[in-house]
């Protein structure tokens, strides 16, 4: 164990809490506080409840961190104790070895970002991570306060960046070999062109057409893949079933006709392959 490293995330941790308890975020759309569910409770003794994931108990040893994921927020702490995610963080912080979803439905409608992100880290080699600890993954998200009432909508990236100033201490002290953003679950070819899609209710939405010059990232195989071009969204009825077609599961919380479904196809975009063996391939499509 770092004792310097240990110590200055324990630190973190407090800071994280006082600045919630004390100074909540209050706007018309969107209020992030502390997660206090119960009087007296220290429910979340990490850094973010989604340590309690991947990361959990890393100021006792301070491992090696090969992969931090960072996600924009937690859900509202009301809504992940009826799932079932916070009776597990209370058993964890008693002592209890138990994973972070046990007994909770990874098919559920509110569990498919989870579910999503377990098919990712296959990718990199970490197979069933809802049910095996990594010690070299390390979870948590860029806004450290905790939603009330909706799992998405309304943040700002005035409210994201309210917690720049911690997420950069916390990457400082555990020093991660990789970080990630938390990906896309769906890539499809539809008439020749490679789509994404979303949920136009989501803050991604909104941003991408804000901004449609993106970049995504996938590794596979030891190779890295980077697409970066421009987005456009295609409203016809058509290209949205193709993509709910190719992605069954997603069939749970979408429809082409449900108003909310969207999807977009890249242009003007850049792929590159890059691996340690061998010189970077790049197509333009």
Not at 4 to 23: G, Q, W
Not at 79 to 97: C, L, P, Q, S
Not at 217 to 231: I, M, P
Not at 264 to 282: D, G, I, L, M, Q
Request: aromatic share 10%; hydrophobic share 35%; proline share 4%.
């Amino acid at each position: 164990m770092n004792v310097k490293k240990s110590a200055a995330y324990c630190k973190l941790i407090e800071n994280v809490k006082n600045k919630y308890r004390k100074n909540p975020i209050y706007t018309k759309n969107l209020t992030l506080g502390w997660c206090d569910l119960r009087q007296g409770e220290d429910l979340c003794q990490e850094i973010n409840l989604w340590t309690y994931w991947q990361g959990r108990d890393y100021a006792k040893k301070t491992p090696h961190i090969k992969y931090m994921l960072i996600g924009q927020d937690f859900g509202p702490p009301e809504k992940e104790e009826i799932k079932g995610t916070i009776a597990n963080v209370r058993k964890m912080n008693d002592g209890v070895d138990v994973m972070f979803h046990e007994n909770v439905d990874l098919e559920a409608r509110d569990s498919q970002t989870d579910k999503n992100i377990v098919r990712y880290f296959e990718l990199l080699g970490k197979n069933e991570i809802d049910k095996k600890k990594y010690p070299d993954l390390f979870f948590c998200n860029c806004n450290l306060g905790y939603r009330r009432d909706k799992y998405s909508g309304n943040m700002t990236r005035k409210i994201l960046a309210n917690d720049a100033a911690e997420i950069k201490s916390l990457i400082d002290i555990i020093e991660p070999e990789n970080i990630i953003c938390r990906p896309f679950g769906t890539a499809h070819i539809f008439e020749g062109k490679l789509y994404i899609q979303t949920g136009k209710v989501k803050d991604v939405s909104k941003q991408i057409h804000a901004n449609p010059k993106v970049e995504i990232c996938a590794f596979k195989n030891g190779e890295w893949l980077r697409v970066a071009g421009e987005l456009v969204e295609d409203d016809r009825r058509e290209a949205r079933q193709s993509m709910l077609d190719a992605y069954p599961s997603l069939q749970n919380m979408y429809s082409a006709d449900d108003g909310n479904t969207e999807v977009f196809y890249f242009k003007n975009a850049t792929a590159t392959f890059s691996s340690f063996t061998h010189e970077p391939e790049v197509v333009k499509f």
